[in-house]
């Protein structure tokens, strides 16, 4: 079954310690992101990657890293999470065709951090 | 970068009636418009796209339109169902191949 699978669904963490948020698809798609979702403010992207090795900031980076180590694989990164990074998180992936294709979502990780 | 605008915020409509939301994006270089629907608990799904060399693409009860010279698109789904309450973003894509979202629209059919 085609698939974006994260982990973990659910994380309740304290300020300042390291985590990290995987994601990972089977489809081969060689464009995956990561995208935050708050209440009034819609999905708003993180980092994305067109391919292994090939990241780039989208329009919320700060705070966060990412790495593409291999094409399924997107792990998200909050190096010293704090409060304002509680949200809803969802990896995408698709191909790279700019006039086309679906992104196909994971199914969220709602991040917490007291 | 690209600007989505996305109206209204919330909707409610009787089953039975017609929803419109609607969006407006800043890059005329955008020219692939998807809307997804977000069940409470769910990830974003993809309901219907548009592409920039058509004006209006229909799939049963909904159905896209897209006014490119006023960068402007629009959802209509008509017959509204209470399964049909979610919440949806309209998103535009461009060359760099990354989707930008509208702040979404909460429609509650209302039985």
């Known amino acids: 079954e085609a698939q974006v699978t994260q982990n973990p669904r659910y994380l309740i963490t304290v300020t300042g310690k390291k985590l990290t948020v995987t994601c990972s698809q089977n489809m081969n798609h060689e464009y995956m992101s990561w995208y935050r979702q708050d209440p009034g403010l819609g999905l708003r992207q993180i980092y994305y990657s067109m391919n292994v090795e090939v990241t780039d900031k989208g329009d919320v980076p700060e705070g966060y890293k990412v790495s593409r180590k291999e094409k399924r694989n997107f792990p998200l990164i909050l190096e010293s999470p704090s409060p304002n990074q509680t949200s809803l998180y969802f990896c995408?992936?698709?191909?790279?065709?700019?006039?086309?294709?679906?992104?196909?979502f994971g199914q969220g990780t709602r991040l917490t951090v007291v | 970068g690209e600007n989505v605008e996305q109206h209204p915020s919330t909707l409610s409509v009787q089953e039975g009636d017609s929803a419109v939301i609607k969006c407006t994006y800043s890059?005329?270089?955008?020219?692939?418009f998807p809307w997804y629907k977000q069940e409470l608990g769910k990830r974003p799904q993809l309901i219907i796209d548009?592409?920039?060399?058509?004006g209006e693409k229909k799939d049963q009860r909904i159905a896209v339109t897209l006014n490119k010279t006023a960068k402007h698109f629009s959802l209509h789904i008509t017959e509204t169902q209470p399964e049909d309450s979610a919440v949806y973003f309209c998103a535009a894509k461009g060359g760099a191949n990354n989707l930008f979202f509208g702040t979404g629209t909460r429609l509650t059919v209302i039985p």
């Open positions: 995408a992936s698709s191909l790279f065709d700019s006039m086309n294709t679906e992104a196909f």
């Open positions: 548009i592409r920039s060399n058509v």
């Open positions: 890059d005329s270089a955008s020219n692939y």
